[in-house]
Nanobody
Framework: QVQLVESGGGLVQAGGSLRLSCAAS????????VGWHRQTPGKQRNLVAG???????NYADSVKGRFTISRDNAKNTVYLQMNSLKPEDTAVYYC??????????WGQGTQVTVSS
């Protein structure tokens, strides 16, 4: 059974940092592309950062230079280090990964709230 579990969200002041984690079971992150996405109420879910099986990374323009995606193959976990947080980064953050049957799998999300 495939399961992605995000953690690390919370309330932080503007300028602060958080590190989100996405732990997987039933999926091997090192052979799949993994992404972090975020969504605010009434808005579509958007990709924030991604990492390919080869380790290449990409970022939304709005987070370049502030967020870093990384992967720990031994722990089968992907991280999103978020620095210099802004109130507009407030959202529910989700991780996603390719996996069995060619499907895309999602976690349940973790809330990040940045106060001004």
């Amino acid at each position: 059974q495939v399961q992605l579990v995000e953690s690390g969200g919370g309330l932080v002041q503007a300028g602060g940092s958080l590190r989100l984690s996405c732990a997987a079971s039933g999926i091997t992150f090192s052979i799949n592309s993994v992404g972090w996405h975020r969504q605010t109420p009434g808005k579509q879910r958007n990709l924030v950062a991604g990492i390919t099986r080869g380790g290449s990374t990409n970022y939304a323009d709005s987070v370049k230079g502030r967020f870093t995606i990384s992967r720990d193959n031994a722990k089968n976990t992907v991280y999103l280090q978020m620095n210099s947080l802004k109130p507009e980064d407030t959202a529910v953050y989700y991780c996603s990964s390719g996996g069995p049957l060619g499907r895309n799998y999602w976690g349940q999300g973790t809330q990040v709230t940045v106060s001004s």
